[in-house]
């Protein structure tokens, strides 16, 4: 499994295994703890795997968690997505930076995704089913969500969007979203 930094999120990395193909298909490794450690990522720290499916032009977030945040490995396990990362940890070498990918069922990449980034993605087929390994369990009331279309974050979805959650449509803009972060931030040192 070959992992590469990516240098547009200060600790993000890019997971793509090698499959042995032949006449049935394919196999190949999608997480491996050693891989993992290797990258500095402690493999015993994720708790929750998710999944979900989307139809074509559907964009789910921009997603991310106040307080202690959400590290995540994202893979498209079945089908293709366009997936975005931006750098929303204000003492980040990369604050603000935002990398995009295009993940697929055929590569089986994994997308490591640091705590204080956001992260959003669109399909690109039919069907798209992405997988989430998440480092804590769910909590709702850290929930911050971004307008995808924020003229801020300019992402450059590469079809037009045909849904997307209630939530995502009434979501603020970045700067709105930055000062959500930073009030709930001076609310946990206060504590």
Do not use: N
């Amino acid at each position: 499994m070959k992992v590469t930094e990516v240098p547009a999120i200060a600790g993000a990395f890019l997971f793509e295994p090698t499959p042995f193909a032949d006449e049935r298909g394919f196999f190949c490794r999608t997480f491996d703890a050693d891989v993992v450690r290797s990258a500095g990522i402690d493999p015993h720290a994720f708790v929750q795997d998710s999944l979900s499916r989307s139809v074509r032009g559907v964009v789910r977030g921009m997603h991310l968690r106040s307080g202690a945040g959400e590290a995540k490995l994202v893979r498209c396990s079945s089908g293709r997505i366009f997936d975005v990362v931006v750098d929303l940890r204000p003492g980040s070498r990369t604050y603000l930076g935002r990398a995009t990918f295009e993940l697929s069922g055929e590569t089986q990449a994994t997308l490591y995704v640091p705590a204080g980034c956001a992260h959003g993605f669109q399909a690109l087929t039919e069907t798209a089913d992405t997988s989430y390994r998440i480092d804590r369990p769910h909590d709702p009331a850290e929930d911050v969500t971004i307008a995808f279309d924020d003229p801020e974050l300019a992402v450059p979805w590469p079809l037009p969007v045909t849904a997307t959650s209630a939530r995502d449509r009434k979501a603020p803009g970045l700067a709105e979203a930055l000062r959500t972060l930073e009030a709930r931030r001076a609310e946990v040192e206060q504590a």
